[in-house]
């Protein structure tokens, strides 16, 4: 493998670091980019990926992960998302047992570390890519291009596109990805050596690539991409093809490709094990994946579902501008790109047209150049650039199946490998030109230091979900989701009459949004504006029959309607579409219970239990229903049984205290009353039905503390003033009994 010449080096006005310095100073300022995002909370995907991922647990089986989706779900769901990241989700579950639960810390950790890692990596696959694989002649690898390397490597770490994959927990997948993906890489390099009989491979590194590229899919399916870089390096960097005179070659079917030295250098045998390895890797996914393709809806990528052709090949061109503009210039960022955010282009007189334009014309200028140039140099390293900018890009592009958004910045960060080295390129032939060439410098030195500040400013939205949210609305004032997602944010802190504004907007921008309509139509009810919340609920269901949540809901509002048979209609119905439904069970119970069907309603509430152990409400109904109904001893049997399975709980305690009380096991009661005080102090009804117990027991003093407890803190304590009244009055006779 003779040096690639010229030496992009000569040409680049940079600075000139040691291997090791290089690295160090690359780790630290991909480190300080990021750092703020250490102590953010779990946000946006993270509550689905993370917390609600019954997958990070201890009780469920390791061996789920290989038959679960990145989301917990099964595979062979038809509801599947078909996110096939068992090792990504592995590392989520190591982090939460060290943790010893869901604590973001160590989530935002690992993912800095990761970042910082891949950084570093970078230095190593960019000295490659830009200064071709030498050797000394100890069989040492040589950087020949030191200085293009730290600069596109540093390009690389502080790029502010990345925010998302690392302050956004969830962008592990990516990262571990990215990881393998470059230890792929120099893998399949390191398969590679000079000696005196010329160039050697090692069909170990070979076959050792193709499983880093097996793993770095398992982490996200970008990773199977690997695979066919690995074959266009080889072709350009070890065997020097060109690409245009090969296809000349090809198609005049010109004899002297017998002589062009492919057989010789084992490429054909390499490619073969790389394409066996590929295919095999990607019959095995689809095996496990077990269904279809999973079933995405309009909202979350509008062109796929376009009925033109035209309309479709127009939309996905313009969402590959967009991306490219994120690589360029990344100062719009946003969480979520869906739900009306990118108005569709229907027209060819739509004024965007001219964003594909100038990337069609920019892609051809670049490829014409990448194929017709007379300097192998260039010829290399702009079909590597642009080969790391669009290979990787494919899984995300629609042309092969359709995806489930319409702009996801995660998943640039692999391209954006590609968009470095193209710059960096750039960079050193204006530096050929320029006569001042430290002011070319102190430029890209500017656009350095403006990556990290918008990667620390980026990073500091994604602590929070309100900073996160907030931060969309100026970027994508269209996204139905964004509005619904600030709105969400509000009501979970209290602020309803804010949330109601967003989720009104959210429902203006999307007539069809039936979460906004769900959420929305629960805070009217809370509200008792009943009447508009069933019209937004009648709605939801009318759009999505089988919205389970919304019939739920209906179903609550048509009970406080008292409109019964409809509420219980509405209930079956959720019950239906959602078989494991123990909320709606509990809802269920409490219609029954209005009606006086005790039996249906403890019926309705064991189910409730029975797909929930830990469901309070329903335990606590089904005591304080059987107390109620003077079935004492079923109460009892009942309260033990939930008390075992929730043993914490002091709302149960003191439903159980009462019963006990009342079947006058007054000492067991007083306990269990004493644990749920010590539990929640400041409950006012705790302190009111002790001192009932012990009005009733005969231990008047304390009755009289706890009555007045009481009262301090709830002075409208029903029945709470007149048993205090009646125990002073009781006070008073026996101290004048004691004074005759």
Known sequence: MAQMEPNLDHDVSWFLLPSYWAKMVVA???????????????????????????????????????????????????????????????????????????????????????????????????????????????????????????????????????????????GRADLLCALFFLLSFLGYCKAFRENKEGCTFSVFWVLMSVILGAIAMLCKEQGITILGLNAVFDALVINKINLLELIRKLLYKDKSLENAGLLRKGLLFRITLLMCGGASILYIRWRIMGTGPPAFTEVDNPASFADSLFVRAINYNYYYSLNAWLLLCPWWLCFDWSMGCIPLIKSVSDWRIIALAALWFCLIGLICQALCSEDSHKRRILTLGLGFLIIPFLPASNLFFRVGFVIAERVIYLPSIGYCILFTYGFSLLSKQAKKKKILAVAVLGILLINVMRCALRSSQWRSEEQLFRSALSVCPLNAKVHYNVGKNLADKGNQSAAIKYYREAVRLNPKYVH?????????????????????????????????????????????????????????????????????????????????????????????????????????????????????????????????????????????????????????????????IKANPNAASYHGNLAVLYHRWGNLDLAKKHYEVSLKLDPMAPGTKENYNLLRRKLEQLQKKGGA
């Open 516 to 676: 906004a309509m769900n959420n929305l139509g629960n805070i009217l009810k809370e509200r008792n504006e009943l009447h508009e919340a069933e019209e937004l609920l009648s709605l939801a269901v009318q759009i999505q029959p089988d919205f389970a949540a919304a019939w739920m809901n209906l179903g609550i509002v048509q009970n406080s309607l008292r409109r019964f048979e409809e509420a219980e209609q509405s209930y079956w119905t959720a019950i239906k579409h959602r078989k494991k439904y123990p909320d709606c069970y509990y809802n269920l119970g409490r219609l029954y219970a209005d009606l006086n069907r005790h039996i249906d309603a403890l019926n309705a509430w064991r189910n409730a239990t029975v797909l929930k152990p830990e469901h309070s409400l329903a335990w606590n109904n089904m005591i304080i229903l059987l107390d109620n109904t003077g079935n004492l001893a079923q109460a009892e049997a009942v309260g033990r049984e939930a008390l075992e399975l929730i043993p914490n709980d002091h709302s149960l305690m003191f439903s159980l205290a009462n019963v006990l009380g009342k079947s006058q096991k007054y000492k067991e009661s007083e306990a269990l009353f004493l644990k749920a």
């Open 28 to 170: 630290l300022i991909s480190f300080l980019c990021f750092a703020n995002s250490y102590d953010g909370d779990f946000v946006f995907d993270d509550s689905e990926a993370i917390i609600n991922n019954k997958d990070l647990r201890a009780e469920t089986p390791l061996g789920d992960l290989w038959y679960h989706d990145f989301w917990g779900s099964k595979l062979s769901s038809n509801t599947s998302h078909k996110s096939y990241r068992p090792l990504t989700v592995l590392t989520f579950r190591i982090n939460y047992f060290f943790a010893g639960g869901f604590y973001p810390v160590g989530f935002h950790v690992i993912n800095i570390i990761l970042h910082c890692t891949i950084s570093v990596l970078m230095v190593d696959v960019f000295s490659i890519l830009l200064g071709g694989l030498q050797f000394s002649n100890k069989g040492r690898r040589l950087n020949l291009a030191p200085k293009s390397s730290l600069l596109a490597a540093l390009l690389f770490a502080v790029h502010p596109v990345h925010t998302e994959c690392v302050a956004g927990i969830v």
